[in-house]
């Protein structure tokens, strides 16, 4: 197993890409290759840019991943209010990804602040 997959974050947001990845399987053909791959490729990134930043020996490294993640985030709530607005989501399940991606940016904002106080490396 390697580190990044014991994160609660990581795991977090790797099901939460998975529940956006069914959304945009219920797209027309027609937005699956726009809004749609612009969503699903947002939604991979959160947890893509935790497992790099992992990776980094500096925690100011790793800090921005996750700050890159979270941008990832912003991203994805944009185009699920575009989708909703298009009403290729319902609002319910709006509703229900907006919830948890509020929930996936705090968790983001307190995973970032405590890599602050980590400060293992010495240039930082």
């Known amino acids: 197993m390697f580190p990044f997959e014991k994160l609660d974050i990581w795991q977090r947001s790797s099901d939460f890409a ?6 945009v399987d219920a797209f027309p053909a027609k937005e699956r290759f726009g809004l749609g791959l612009q ?9 893509a840019n935790i497992a ?4 980094r ?14 941008g990832s985030l912003c991203e994805v709530v ?7 607005s298009r009403r290729l989501v ?8 907006y919830l948890e991606a509020d929930e996936l ?6 995973f970032r602040t405590s890599l602050g106080k980590w400060k293992t490396d010495p240039a930082e």
Not at 18 to 23: E, I, L, M, Q, T
Not at 90 to 97: G, I, V
Not at 105 to 110: A, E, I, N, V
């Open 57 to 70: 020996i500096s925690t100011r490294d790793f800090s921005r991943f996750v700050e890159i993640a979270y």
């Open 105 to 110: 940016g705090r968790m983001l904002t307190g």
């Open 90 to 97: 319902t609002a319910e399940r709006h509703q229900q990804l």
């Open 78 to 84: 944009s185009h699920l209010r575009i989708a909703k």
């Open 39 to 47: 969503l699903s490729r947002a939604a991979t990134s959160i947890s």
């Open 18 to 23: 998975d529940r956006v990845y069914d959304v």
């Open 52 to 55: 790099e930043g992992s990776s």
